[in-house]
């Protein structure tokens, strides 16, 4: 299918000129943007005594931008009232991609999430470009790009003494409104942002050289215990559930019911996958029963049964499943060396 | 404003009747109406407890009351077998492909139900039975562990049989472990498909039971010469929303709640770990 590209309009404003704007927002909407902490990014509500402190175009923060939609704990029925409007700044390319699975799933037509559709209203997303990955980020190998190319309100790029300024979408344009202070972005400014986003996606490959995914859809179809215990890594894993945590498209959840036949509520939370109580039934039986076989599942999910349900991979490549790991499993090494073993059966 | 897909249907039970030693049936009066389609699955709310996944089976075209029939397995469960008369408990759905009763016409109906599977079969009979017309032939093969296990008991061994007056109905039933006054077969539910005579070209067979039990009847089914594409299994799996969100109930891409729960075999072939 021929890939149809529609120009997106770009201003440029100074970097003072965006922070004074920034500042004024954060007096009428709640606002988070990543910070420094001790050398780790992580969000942060900001307002006029902090602005400044806002990491631009570092990488991604800690905490993945689902934290926002799906919160940790969520009472369902009845469902959340006043849920307010917020600006997520600096979400990076790997975030936003993520947003895209959990659209699919809780903006489901037939059965629509109570409080997901209105926190994704509410919520204007500011996309930030990448300059300094991880050793741990491989976007470029899942086709994710250091850079986010759509599906934000606005993204900002970095550039000599200010930023490009990209809208995405009406929401994004009305944020900005006639404001005097952007200008329409330069063709050579437009160009000099090609080359420096050239430079991260040479940076990120440089990392992952070592790691071979190319082949990744040989792994529909190797789920067999025995095939993940070949890389010697994964007996590592302790069911922590870091990775699904911190993951862009991690969206499993149980339902708890509290109270009595009077006044009951019901909740939702976050679950894992690797604890062995995930798909454990009633009498004891379980599909899972092995860590191997846990393992294996949510790799599983996100480069095979993502795809069918969704079309797209579930793995946007961000890396906090490698950053956070308790047992420093690097899971690329596992895939590369459990792609190489299917070769050879 | 959307309805909240997790808010249940008010029910109240009229009665709770103990099939087995495991197993009761609560009989429910939803507060509005509530239909499903045999082979559909609604989620069970205990207030305050907690939920669990149930294929009714009471008939689907029953409008006064809906039955689940439950095996004390649990924590959600004991709390089912605890409910009496006047207690409320909340339902939502139904959830879940049905059966494809439009294929089945023309067609030699098999059903092959072991223990606490006889539920799910229960409603599908009488919906076969309510338009039994459409079908060529229905073989009702049961099992249960022993007959202190067996569900339906007297509906099973007697009442049921007088549809045979009228239509092509057989039933083939067995115990794994028989007592002194048994007068049916014994032996694993499996043993009921020896000497079948039933047209497997035209014929389609529906599996419900223990996960041991589908998996041994799935493959003497194949044995005997049905296609993967015949066998009907109802699958189960750990489930939440019962919409397809939460992903616990996934066989593979599959999910139990929104593909499911039936499937058939050539569905599940290449999934991982399907048998329990």
Same mark, same amino acid.
């Given at each position: ?11 440029? #404003? ?11 927002k954060?007096?009428?909407?709640? *606002? ?43 009472? #369902? #029925? ?39 559709s ?5 919520? *204007? ?63 050579e ?18 990392n992952n ?17 025995? *095939? ?34 009077e ?11 690797l ?62 060396? #459990? ?7 | ?15 709770v ?42 008939s ?55 223990g ?38 007297d ?26 006054d ?36 799935t ?18 799996r ?22 499911g ?16």
């Amino acid at each position: 299918m021929k890939k149809i590209t529609i120009t997106m309009e770009t201003l440029y #404003v100074s970097k003072k000129e965006w922070d004074g704007f920034i500042k004024g927002k954060s007096g009428d909407i709640p *606002l988070f943007a990543p910070v420094d902490n001790l050398g780790t990014l992580f969000y942060n509500r900001v307002d006029a005594s902090n602005y400044a402190d806002i990491a631009y175009n570092r990488a991604r923060p800690v905490e993945p931008l689902k934290m926002f939609l799906l919160p940790f704990k969520e009472r #369902v #029925v009845p469902s959340v009232e006043d849920i307010p409007d917020i600006v997520v700044m600096g979400a990076a390319a790997c975030d936003i991609q993520g947003l895209k699975i959990l659209d699919r799933v809780f903006l489901d037509a037939d059965y629509k999430d109570p409080n997901y559709s209105t926190r994704r209203e509410k919520t *204007l997303i500011i996309g930030f470009d990448c300059s300094s990955p991880y050793s741990t980020c491989f976007c470029e190998l899942v086709g994710v790009h250091p850079y986010p190319e759509d599906n934000f309100d606005i993204n900002l790029s970095l550039c000599e003494d200010g930023m490009l300024v990209d809208i995405g979408t009406e929401k994004g344009r009305r944020f900005i409104g006639s404001d005097q202070r952007f200008f329409e972005a330069s063709g050579e400014q437009r160009q000099k942002r090609e080359a420096s986003r050239k430079k991260v996606v040479e940076a990120i490959n440089e990392n992952n050289r070592s790691f071979d995914m190319k082949k990744i859809e040989k792994i529909k179809g190797a789920y067999q215990t025995e *095939l993940w215990k070949v890389p010697k890594e994964v007996e590592n894993c302790v069911q922590c559930g870091s990775c699904t945590n911190n993951c862009p498209t991690c969206v499993c959840f149980f339902l708890e019911d509290t109270g009595n036949a009077e006044k009951s509520a019901k909740t939702k939370v976050w679950d894992s996958c690797l604890f062995p109580g995930y798909a454990r039934m009633a009498a004891g039986a379980s599909p899972r029963p092995s860590l191997y076989d846990r393992y294996a599942n949510r790799l599983l999910c996100k480069y095979w049964y993502m795809i069918d349900n969704f079309g797209i991979t579930g793995c946007t490549g961000c890396g906090r499943c490698i950053a956070g790991c308790a047992g420093k499993i690097d899971k690329r090494a596992v895939i590369t060396e #459990v792609l190489r073993e299917t070769d050879t059966r | 404003m959307d309805k909240n897909i997790y808010e249940p249907v008010k029910c109240s039970v009229t009665e709770v009747i103990t099939e087995s030693p495991s197993i009761k049936t609560v009989v429910l009066k939803p507060e509005k109406e509530f239909s499903f389609l045999a082979g559909q699955f609604a989620s069970l709310t205990v207030p305050g407890v907690g939920e669990a996944p149930f294929t009714p089976s009471s008939s689907p075209f029953d409008r006064e009351k809906l039955e689940f029939t439950v095996m004390k397995a649990g924590r959600v469960t004991d709390e089912i077998h605890n409910l009496k008369k006047g207690d409320n408990v909340g339902v939502r759905g139904p959830y879940g492909k049905p059966y494809p009763l439009d294929y089945f016409k023309g067609k030699e109906i098999l059903l092959v139900g072991g223990g606490v599977g006889l539920a799910p079969l229960r409603a599908l009979f009488f919906a076969l039975m309510e338009t039994a017309e459409n079908y060529k032939r229905i073989v009702f093969c049961c099992g249960a562990k022993t007959p202190e296990d067996y569900i339906y008991k007297d509906k099973i061994l007697g009442e049921w049989h007088n549809f045979c007056d009228k239509f092509p109905l057989s039933f083939r039933i067995t115990v794994d472990k028989k007592c002194p006054d048994w007068k049916h077969g014994e032996g694993v539910v499996t043993k009921t498909l020896d000497g079948l005579d039933v047209d497997i070209k035209n014929s389609v067979a529906v599996v419900c039971g223990p996960p041991i039990m589908m998996k041994f009847t799935t493959l003497k089914l194949l044995e005997i010469g049905y296609e993967d594409s015949q066998v009907y299994l109802s699958m189960e799996r750990k489930m939440y929303c019962g919409v397809g969100h939460c992903r616990h109930c996934l066989i593979g891409d599959l999910f139990v709640c929104k593909d499911g729960p039936v499937f058939t075999y050539d569905q599940l072939k290449g999934k991982p770990n399907i048998w329990i």
